[in-house]
């Protein structure tokens, strides 16, 4: 029996039931998008797309902004535009800009929030996520921890003991040291990146030295290839390349002494925060000292866009962008090198995963508002520095005291003064000239006043000369106008023969009035003269430089004849430009006249006038403040000239747009999502704090200078938690392929975490404490057990740690491009070991206008100059060579703080048929063919100089027959392509 409800009721249950549902599944939904999605869009996503003015229009803060333009298509994820943007292509994914893409979870979670309906709850409204804290491990104070016990005798140092603790909690345990033969051939490569000879590998083998290991380690550590070596490593994450990139990738001729700074100052085993205190401010920290300067390379190592600065103005938007972006290259370079922080993140908005904000970031950039990058003068002597520095001051203090002595002589002369020489300005710059096409002889052009030079005039024969008249240029470059390049003060001098020289005229003690287009006249002469000369002493200038200029040279005999009319002339120097500038024109009896025949006599006049207005005994102060400036120019000009280094500058001449800051800092502001349309609040220069607590603003008055130097000090400070991590990890990687850290630009939460954390910190410590030395720090980890352990599998081991984590073994490697390199122009005979200067270009240069070609087809690799360490190759960025790009190396463009390791068919192909590999396996043969009489014997030394190893039996026997088919050199193009060549185990 059962009783039946009314269907109203049925009805209006189920009615009920449903709308039950409908609201759970609703409150399911709102939970969903609060706790799953909201957080992804939040941390990934509204940096750029919420606020005023978000990023395509596009704003993700509300339901209305997110719905209205139709990039979410409620129930349908396939149809909407939003999938398809966080969706990779290609291995790409169009959002999010600038960071890492979505992962296959997060897109996942967004797909099924639209599928099931895209439901938003009711004024629920998106945040962008705080700042992150200092709660991190990499924040936390260098302790140095207690070294644990736990390696028992196979510990050879504190390292080893870290590593067994380790291995002790997963089951792991050491394999077998490395025979020695494996040990020296991974040492070398490691401390200085070439082979190790036969007879080394001999050598070590048979020494029964209970230390052979460590003297091989020192003596590796004291070769200049260590520098060689490891330089390579810093270039590397520091952007290093000897062009700017860009567009036009224009060269960098003299970016090679910041390279050689390197390679020198890890040779000398220079402080870390001695290095680090140079590349930063040591113009400022070590004034006087050459690596002063040098070391500012670091701050211009990377690309800079010459269209951007030299073409555009800054005041236009796209100057502000390339300006900005430049700023931008610094502070990640400092901060990104020593540091490990991606503080570049933080340009458009507060760092999505670290404690960095935009006003750290922007205050940073105010750090370093004054700096650009240009050619800039240091001297190798710290003495010359000094010297040239005390005669700078003294013409300072010199050119002051003229110009209180002018101000008095103008103030006793009176108003009439002024007229006068605003007249003698007028009358000889201004009017009309009457020129032809050539305008004379024009010397070379120097940068001192005081560089003494001559033109010379032969009149074949000695010849009775009345009167001799010097007939000055007239030129509209620079507003010279007439009198263009006549000298400050000269010597006219005659011989009958050559070499007998007699002064007919000296105008050496005083400055001579600038002639304007009057002629000067050496009357009464009436002697035989075969030679005329004129010497200039102190040059006219141009235009921040000088010259010496003449339009005419006339010699009039009793006739009045000018007998020097196309005459032979000689001179110290000529530009040689004609038909303007030639030493030709000297004797060609043309000139520029003044249309104005009383021009100079009313010179002449107003000159007197002057001088009447000049008391003598001030005339006489202001000679002998001249003497005493062109003295000093005179001794200036005799120091070794300053060289070049392209680096961090605030003076150097203008380049189109391009003008120099004088180190007044740039007005830096706050950009609202980087845009430099948006600026905001002004900064004042920082750095970044290391806790929640710290100071981190710097005084908004400091200069140019002082900026720098209080974050080099800042940086280098011994509490800093993150530099000492950043550098002991960086060399730790390159001697296991990985770091303890194995994100060595990134110690941040998007980093990885480290695998051995007190170790990490007692080699911070360490290093930091017991002198900051990379020699000390190098020979700890390859004397250590670990460190020499052979590189065997273990398929027990490799199930606890399959990616050998914690380095139950040594880690394999191939050899890097320049190793290889390297290595075949040291097996093959003939790698030069000079070391320093220029870079060798692997290309044929061709200069354009637009910007150079860089033709790598067109090298010949046989050039000599080439065969030198690959170190000091001239890096291109806009166009790698490609050799060097298919072995991976690194590049340019970008900081490679660990290198790409592929094996590539392309790669083989290289090592057997690029023409370098070619000629390299003929040179290869011919020594082979030098030190062994028979094709065994070469066979066994080609093997053992490429390898290490010598073949047994059967790979004897093998390589002997293919060489008797193919010929030596083909078997030497084998033996560039083994494995045991190109990988260190």
């Not at 021009?599 to 002449?604: D, F, S």
């Not at 190893?949 to 084998?974: F, I, K, T």
Request: glycine share 6%; with cysteine.
């Amino acid at each position: 029996m059962y009783f039946r409800l009314p269907a109203t009721i049925v009805r209006s249950v189920a009615i009920a039931g449903w709308f039950l549902l409908l609201a759970a599944d609703a409150t399911h939904a709102a939970d969903f998008f609060s706790q799953q999605v909201a957080p992804i869009l939040e941390k990934k996503c509204l940096g750029c797309h919420s606020g005023d003015d978000p990023k395509g229009d596009f704003s993700l803060s509300t339901a209305e902004s997110a719905f209205a333009d139709g990039y979410i298509e409620p129930g349908d994820a396939a149809d909407s535009h939003l999938i398809e943007l966080i969706t990779p292509q290609n291995g790409a994914a169009d959002m999010p800009k600038d960071a890492d893409p979505l992962n296959a979870a997060e897109r996942k979670t967004i797909a099924k929030w639209i599928e099931d309906g895209a439901r938003w709850p009711d004024r629920f409204v998106l945040q962008e996520p705080e700042v992150a804290d200092f709660d991190w491990w990499s924040y936390q104070p260098v302790v140095r921890p207690d070294i644990p016990n736990t390696g028992g005798d196979w510990a050879r140092t504190p390292i080893d003991h870290f590593i067994a603790q380790a291995w002790k909690s997963r089951g792991l345990h050491a394999s077998p040291e490395a025979d020695r033969g494996a040990l020296i051939r991974r040492v070398t490569y490691d401390l200085i990146g070439l082979p190790p000879t036969p007879e080394e590998i001999t050598a070590f083998e048979q020494d029964d030295d209970p230390d052979a290991y460590e003297k091989l380690v020192d003596r590796l550590l004291a070769s200049d290839h260590y520098g060689q070596r490891w330089a390579r490593h810093w270039l590397d994450v520091v952007k290093y390349a000897d062009t700017c990139g860009y567009d036009k990738d224009k060269l960098r001729p003299n970016a090679w002494p910041y390279r050689d700074y390197v390679i020198r100052s890890l040779n000398q085993d220079k402080p870390y925060a001695r290095f680090v205190q140079e590349q930063v401010a040591g113009d400022v920290l070590f004034p006087g000292e050459p690596d002063g300067v040098l070391g500012l390379g670091f701050l211009a190592a990377g690309p800079w866009d010459f269209i951007g600065h030299v073409e555009v103005p800054e005041s236009k938007i796209d100057g502000k962008v390339a300006r900005n972006l430049d700023r931008d290259d610094v502070v990640a370079n400092v901060i990104n090198s020593f540091c490990s922080v991606t503080v570049q993140c933080a340009r458009c908005h507060n760092h999505k995963f670290d404690p960095v904000t935009q006003e750290n970031y922007y205050s940073l950039q105010a750090a370093f508002a004054a700096i650009d990058r240009a050619e800039r003068p240091y001297d190798q002597a710290p003495e010359v520095t000094d010297r040239k520095r005390e005669l700078e001051k003294r013409k300072t203090e010199l050119r002051s005291e003229l110009a209180e002595l002018d101000q008095q002589i103008n103030k006793a002369a009176g108003p009439r003064l002024p007229e006068i020489d605003k007249a003698l300005a007028e009358l000889k710059s201004n009017g009309a000239v009457d020129k032809a096409p050539a305008f004379g002889y024009h010397s070379a052009i120097v940068a001192s006043r005081t560089n003494a030079k001559w033109v010379e005039v032969d009149l074949g024969q000695p010849t009775t000369i009345k009167e001799l008249i010097l007939h000055p240029c007239h030129d509209d470059f620079a507003g010279i106008g007439a009198g263009f390049g006549f000298p400050v003060r000269f010597q006219v001098q005659a011989a009958q023969n050559a070499g007998e020289w007699l002064i007919i005229a000296d105008f050496t003690d005083a400055d001579y009035p600038n002639p304007g287009l009057a002629p000067v006249s050496l009357e009464n002469l009436n002697q035989p003269f075969r030679f005329l000369r004129v010497t200039a002493t102190q040059l006219g200038e141009r235009s921040k430089d000088y010259i010496f200029a003449l339009a005419e040279l006339e010699a009039l005999n009793p006739a009045g004849e000018n007998v020097a009319l196309g005459a032979k002339v000689r001179a110290l120097d000529s530009i040689e430009a004609p038909v303007r500038w030639a030493r030709t024109n000297l004797t060609d009896g043309l000139w520029a006249r003044d249309t104005d025949p009383r021009r100079a006599t009313k010179i002449a006049a107003l000159t007197a006038e002057r001088s009447k207005l000049i008391p003598p005994e001030r005339e006489r102060q202001r000679t002998q403040l001249q003497q005493s400036l062109a003295a000093i120019d005179r001794d200036i000009a005799k120091l070794p000239p300053s060289r070049m280094v392209y680096a961090a500058a605030t003076n150097f001449p203008a380049q189109g747009n391009f003008k120099a800051t004088g180190g007044k800092p740039r007005t830096i502001r706050l950009l609202h999502r980087g845009d430099v349309q948006n600026p905001r609040k002004e900064m004042s220069p920082g750095v970044l704090p290391l806790d929640a607590n710290s100071p981190w603003r710097l005084p908004s008055d400091l200069s140019e200078g002082e900026r720098r130097a209080a974050v080099a000090l800042w940086l280098t400070a011994d509490e800093h938690p993150l530099v000492w991590r950043s550098i002991v990890n960086r060399i730790w990687q390159y001697h296991f392929g990985d770091g303890i850290v194995a994100t060595p630009n990134d110690f941040g939460r998007m980093g990885a975490l480290p695998t051995h954390p007190q170790l990490l910190d007692w080699l911070a410590c360490e290093f930091r404490d017991n002198g900051q030395s990379w020699k000390k720090l190098h020979r700890l980890i390859v004397t250590s057990s670990v460190y020499r352990q052979s590189s065997e599998h273990d398929p027990a081991q490799a199930k606890l740690d399959a990616g050998n984590q914690y380095l139950w073994r040594m880690n394999r490697r191939r050899l890097e491009a320049e190793e290889i390199r390297d290595s075949i122009l040291a097996v093959s005979g003939v790698l030069d070991a000079k070391m320093g200067g220029p870079g060798f270009y692997l290309f044929a240069l061709e200069k354009t206008t637009h910007s150079p070609h860089y033709e790598y087809h067109k090298f010949d690799p046989s050039d000599p100059a080439t065969h030198r360490r690959s170190i000091y190759r001239f890096i291109v960025r806009s166009q790698p060579d490609p050799w060097m790009t298919t072995l991976d190396c690194a590049d340019s463009s970008q900081s490679t703080p660990r290198r790409n390791e592929t094996l590539t068919s392309l790669q083989a192909l290289s090592l057997l048929n690029n023409p370098f590999n070619l000629l390299m396996a003929e040179r290869f043969a011919e020594r082979l063919q030098q030190e062994r009489p028979t094709l065994p014997e070469q066979v066994d030394r080609g093997v053992l100089l490429a390898t290490g190893q010598s073949p047994d039996e059967a790979q004897r026997a093998e390589m002997v027959a293919y060489a008797e088919r193919h010929g030596l050199v083909n078997l030497c193009r084998l033996l560039f392509n083994l494995s045991q060549f190109v990988f260190v185990d």
